[in-house]
């Protein structure tokens, strides 16, 4: 059974519509990316995965499940954790208290503080800090972190480069490539693609709304990339 299934779903903000008829399947252990260019539609995508945005049509299955009934946090309890845009850790809380947050009412399994510390050694140092004193690229550790302390199945990550140094980039996508091998699946956004395809098992390119491309990394060339990307 896949983990997560799409199934034409459309969304909606009011009269404007986000998303058209999207299908997909995540199996078990992937690491699925969704590129894709600005307003692309791929930030409703998970939210709406998540449970913050509701299709206006169309199912969404988690674990052969349906779960459109199901709220957010309920949806965290089942085993779906989401990383938003812009890497919201609570400032004035100390990166351990963050990752303690981060455990309460998720599920038991590998993930605790001293695998978190182990995943991403650079936040060990920083354990007492307050979480608003960090930088960009540690905070985005911090709330890749916080995330898997709830142990997720589907672990959802939007834009996780954005704004990062190249540095910082390249030790957190080296991370990510653990966690399947601890029973979390992935779905990450990227507007970024070089790095992503380097770690993803399958893309879909999003272009207003709409899958214009999908497949292994491997059996897509880069120019069907570029064309699916911007639309030409
Ligand atoms: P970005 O990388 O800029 O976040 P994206 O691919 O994630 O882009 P979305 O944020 O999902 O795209 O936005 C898809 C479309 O929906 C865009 O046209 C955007 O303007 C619109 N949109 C997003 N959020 C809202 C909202 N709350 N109300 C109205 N329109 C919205």
Redesign the pocket.
Known sequence: MSILEVRDVDVF??D?Q?LFSISFTIEEGQTFAVI??????????LRTIAGLSRPRSGQILFEGEPVDHISAHKRVAMGISMVP?GRRVFPSLSVNENLQVGGYGGRKGDWNLESVYELFALLKPLAKRQAGSLSGGEQQALAIGRALMSNPRLVLLD?VSLGLAPVIIKRIYEAMVELPSRGTTILV?E?DVQHVLTVSDHVAC?LE?RISLEGAPAELKSDDITAAYFGM
Do not use: D, L, P
């Not at 894709?36 to 995508?45: C, L, P, R």
């Open positions: 903000y009011g404007f986000a894709g260019a600005n307003g692309a539609g791929k930030s409703t995508m845009e834009e956004v507007q999003f709304g």
